[in-house]
Nanobody, 123 residues
């Protein structure tokens, strides 16, 4: 059984930084693409970033390009999301996701999800 556990969320002032972590267990982590999505209150879940199985390919939503960085550590079975220059519009629950196929920006292409971690950015 695949399990994804996010951590690192919290409250931060605008302009600040946070690093989210997602620890994976239950399958060969290094062989699959991973991604981060987020969902703000009253809004649909949206794509944030994805990283290929090798880590060589990364893709970001326009809204976070240049501010967020996705990375992975195969030895620790962990994927990270470094978030810089945060603004109140980044406030959301952040979810990591695992795909059995290929990197994608679409939530329905991901097979496993974490429980989410809250990020709140104050103005």
């Amino acid at each position: 059984q695949v399990q994804l556990v996010e951590s690192g969320g919290g409250l931060v002032q605008a302009g600040g930084s946070l690093r989210l972590s997602c620890a994976a267990s239950g399958r060969t982590f290094s062989a699959v693409p991973m991604a981060w999505f987020r969902q703000a209150p009253g809004k649909e879940r949206e794509f944030v970033a994805t990283i290929s199985a090798s880590g060589g390919n990364r893709y970001y939503a326009d809204s976070v390009q240049g501010r967020f960085t996705i990375s992975r550590d195969g030895a620790r079975n962990t994927v990270y999301l470094q978030m810089n220059s945060l603004n109140p519009e980044d406030t959301a629950v952040y979810y990591c996701a695992l795909s059995n196929s290929r990197p994608s920006t679409r939530s329905y292409d991901y097979d496993y999800w974490g429980q989410g971690t809250q990020v709140t950015v104050s103005s």
